[in-house]
């Protein structure tokens, strides 16, 4: 696919200050990225706030660690497809209720420890225990009844409830195996089954690499070293692509830049998918939002054209409750609030809400928060509703906004099938409904295609009728590198960079 959008003059003039930004920053790591072809240099928009993806939600933890120290039973490719990894092979009961994985043999840990059912074992009871922080604890782990390890290579887990997700929850990277010994320390050193092993992190700057000779598959992994830059603003990562600073931005975050990358022999631009779900979240907790028909006025309030084209240049979908249309039983909902500021003021007034009504609109560095968030408040104004602008690092908005601590935030919800959150009333958004809860315990028990899709359909209605958060779009996965890099992922059906594939050629 592609794409053609012509770089304004003020963005040129942004790129030109950036580079001599980017240029004197980084200037002792100048010119790796083009010299060394054993070596690649990455660009990513956040930095995680720590390396255990197990017990920290941030999802740019995955973009470092997953597939490259830190491994699951299985994996997720870029296709969506599910494929063996730890585990070499698996078997379901008849009532799905119950897993048999034989292990891999012959997989160490980095510290030089055998990987075994033992593993396995402590990473799912750390996983399920009362104190973990696990993002997936609740939809996925606590359904776990019963682990056994019938030999050092058999793993068998029980469910609660059927899970027909269960495989691809298995290659999530909230499922990684951690040792008994190093697991305390992950969030700063991890120590994985994995073909790469922690070099260096220097804080706000980059993550480092390096190709771990015990892997067990060592040969076939190409690239020595790999750096990941932490640069979120758009505007740098376009100077810092053109300098040659780093050798690919596999979620590039300048739709406006594509046209010159296309044109420019030096890359190639790449267009795929995601599984993200870009929402306007709203505090169901506070007054007046937990008034559904101030929630609904909320909805008819966002024209979605307007912010996809402004923020994307047209590259998203819109989306109508909290599904990405790549998913299987996903059901097409963008239409229920068309945009009608008329009617936004008509439920509003109905709640008895007064107008101007004064709310904060708390937004996190990514470019889609900070220029999208801009676009929403123009288009609240129209209908009564004042919204101050917040913004917020990374860091403070897992440590507020995620905590509950907010009105309206901008967030592109990455991780795939994040639905059973919507069951959660703990959850930063704090949807309590009981029917929903019915609805998706009814989703998990169900043993049939047919009545576990039907389900499926009838929750994204309910989310979409409770109007829980204003469901903004779907973002499509845009991806420049330098020519000759070959593997990197164009599509992203989570957010991982599995640089086993990689290599130049």
Request: proline share 5%; net charge positive.
């Amino acid at each position: 696919m592609k794409v053609q959008f012509p770089m304004t003059r003020r963005t040129a003039g942004l790129c030109s200050v950036a580079l001599l930004a980017v240029s004197l920053a980084w200037s002792p790591l100048q010119a790796q990225a083009q010299s060394r072809k054993d070596s690649v240099v990455l660009g990513m928009i956040l930095e995680p706030t720590s390396l255990d993806p197990t017990m920290a939600p941030a999802a740019a933890i995955g973009e470092v660690v997953h597939y490259n120290i830190l491994e699951g039973l299985t994996k997720i490719n870029v296709d969506g497809s599910i494929s063996p990894l730890l585990a070499e092979s698996w078997k379901m009961d008849a009532d799905g209720k119950a897993y048999t994985f034989k292990l891999r043999k012959g997989v160490k840990f980095q510290d030089g420890t055998d990987f075994d059912a033992a593993a396995v074992k402590f990473s799912f009871e750390r996983a399920k225990d009362a104190k973990s922080t696990n993002k997936a604890k609740g939809a996925v782990f606590n359904n776990i009844s019963h682990i056994s390890t019938p030999d050092a290579h058999t793993v068998v887990l029980v469910l609660n409830n059927p899970d027909g997700n269960f495989l691809f929850r298995m290659g999530e990277n909230t499922a990684v195996i951690l040792h008994p010994d190093s697991a305390a320390n992950a969030a700063t050193k991890p120590i994985g089954t994995g073909p790469y092993k922690l070099d260096s992190w220097a804080k706000g700057t980059a993550v480092t690499l390096s190709k771990w000779d015990g892997f067990r598959d060592a040969s076939a992994i190409k690239v020595k070293k790999v750096t990941f830059r932490f640069i979120n603003d758009s505007a740098a990562q376009v100077a810092a692509l053109l300098a040659g600073d780093i050798d690919g931005m596999p979620r590039f975050q300048s739709p406006q830049s594509l046209k010159q990358f296309q044109a420019d022999k030096r890359f190639v631009v790449e267009m795929g998918s995601t599984a993200g779900k870009g929402i306007m979240t709203i505090n169901n907790r506070k007054k007046p939002f937990d008034d559904v028909r101030v929630r609904r006025a909320l909805s008819h309030a966002v024209d979605k054209k307007a912010f996809i084209d402004g923020v994307f240049e047209g590259l998203a979908k819109p989306i109508g409750s909290h599904m990405a249309p790549t998913d299987a039983g996903y059901v097409e909902l963008s239409g229920t609030y068309a945009y009608d500021p008329e009617k936004a003021k008509a439920l509003l007034k109905e709640a008895g809400v007064q107008t101007p009504l004064n709310v904060t609109l708390t937004l996190p560095p990514p470019p889609y928060a900070r220029k999208g968030g801009e676009i929403l408040a123009a288009q609240l104004a129209k209908v009564g509703i004042i919204a101050k602008i917040e913004n917020v690092e990374w860091a403070q908005w897992l440590g507020g906004t995620f905590k509950g601590n907010f009105d309206l935030t901008v967030i592109n919800h990455v991780e795939p099938l994040d639905y059973m959150a919507y069951a959660n009333p703990q959850y930063y958004w704090g949807y309590d409904s009981k029917a929903f809860r019915d609805l998706a315990a009814k989703h998990s028990a169900a043993t049939t295609a047919k009545e576990r899709t039907q389900l499926f359909g009838d929750m994204q209605r309910m989310i979409a009728k409770d109007a829980v958060n204003v469901f903004l779009f779907n973002a499509s996965n845009t991806a420049v590198y330098r020519k000759g890099l070959k593997g990197l992922w164009s599509s992203s059906p989570i957010f991982a960079n599995d640089m086993s594939a990689v290599s130049w050629q």
